[in-house]
């Protein structure tokens, strides 16, 4: 039989691109960043980015700003996650069990959500909790429980869960289609076996469904976490981070450093540092997070 380890030289041919474009297109930028971290770069010195050590970590583990912008992110980050693959794993579990007629139209109209860029969201967001105009505000109005418009964006809790509505929102579409791959890979004997031992659609989702779909829905949500970490463009628009930096996400905070104060190397070891977290959340969530096979 052909193996293609054999030939070494079109598996070269073959990974090379690869390689190639992964190198120039991510390890470079990353070491680039690293690099950077520890000079004084900036585009308002004409001189050689000169050596300066851990300076720039530490003037960030002594700003109060890092700090809250961090703690904002990892906040905004965790419930929108958590909120976006329940929604998406319920409305999976719609389409699979409960809708039989329209299940295709449907899926395809909720999944037009995902395709709509983040600006036309964001746009969207800001009119609909518009302090004057917006259709949240007249309703909230119009139900009586508060007697004047509240300015939610410009509320440091309110402008948070804005956020997380706007992030939850824009995912379930993405994490729905995810979850439902992972249903209807569910075997179906499995599930008939369930229900003639006398197990209930309740029973069976608790003790079969969520069981064998876990470790979908546990990647799932690692990527959605890590997708939101480097999003920017809703609090950009909506608050630009604030107020009292409420949401000042480490997105923003980086690029704020980079293109308004412009500070390449602190923008730098920002990065640097909240590139280190995520290697360690993705590490610790993969090792503990995902159960193991038995036998494995």
């Given at each position: 039989m052909y193996q293609i380890k054999r030939d070494f030289g079109f598996f070269l041919a073959l990974v090379?691109?690869?390689?190639?474009?992964?190198?120039?297109?991510?390890?470079?930028?990353?070491?680039?960043?690293?690099?950077?971290?520890?000079?004084?770069?900036?585009?308002?010195?004409?001189?050689?980015?000169?050596?300066?050590?851990?300076?720039?970590?530490?003037?960030?583990?002594?700003?109060?700003?890092?700090f809250a912008s961090a703690f904002s992110t990892s906040y905004i980050v965790f419930v929108s996650s958590v909120l976006a693959v329940m929604l998406g794993f319920m409305m999976a579990l719609l389409l699979h069990f409960g809708i039989r007629r329209?299940?295709?139209?449907?899926?395809?109209?909720?999944?037009?959500?995902?395709?709509?860029?983040?600006?036309?969201?964001?746009?969207?967001?800001?009119?609909?909790?518009?302090?004057?105009?917006?259709?949240?505000?007249?309703?909230?109005?119009?139900?009586?429980?508060?007697?004047?418009?509240?300015?939610?964006?410009?509320?440091?809790?309110?402008?948070?869960?804005?956020?997380?509505?706007?992030?939850?929102?824009?995912?379930?579409?993405?994490?729905?289609?995810?979850?439902?791959?992972?249903?209807?890979?569910?075997?179906?004997?499995?599930?008939?076996?369930?229900?003639?031992?006398?197990a209930g659609f309740f029973s069976r989702l608790r003790h079969v469904v969520v069981p064998m779909v876990r470790n979908v829905l546990m990647v799932a949500l690692l990527l959605d976490a890590v997708r939101f970490f480097q999003e920017m463009t809703m609090p950009l628009v909506l608050t630009q981070g604030g107020p009292s930096n409420a949401t000042m996400v480490l997105s923003l905070f980086t690029y704020k450093l980079a293109f308004e104060n412009w500070d390449f190397a602190l923008a730098s070891a920002a990065g640097t540092l909240w590139l280190a977290f995520l290697m360690l959340i993705a590490w610790a969530f993969l090792k503990f997070g995902i159960k193991k096979e038995y036998g494995k």
């Open positions: 090379l691109p690869a390689v190639t474009i992964v190198g120039l297109l991510i390890i470079y930028p990353v070491i680039n960043g690293v690099y950077l971290s520890f000079t004084d770069a900036s585009p308002l010195r004409r001189s050689v980015p000169q050596f300066v050590g851990f300076e720039n970590y530490t003037y960030l583990l002594e700003d109060d700003v890092f329209g299940a295709t139209v449907l899926r395809s109209l909720v999944f037009q959500i995902w395709v709509v860029p983040w600006i036309c969201i964001t746009l969207l967001w800001g009119w609909m909790f518009n302090k004057d105009y917006g259709l949240v505000n007249s309703l909230i109005t119009a139900s009586g429980l508060t007697e004047r418009n509240a300015d939610l964006l410009f509320d440091a809790t309110g402008a948070k869960w804005v956020i997380i509505a706007g992030f939850t929102w824009r995912s379930i579409p993405f994490l729905m289609v995810i979850a439902l791959a992972a249903l209807q890979s569910i075997s179906k004997e499995v599930l008939d076996a369930a229900e003639l031992d006398g």
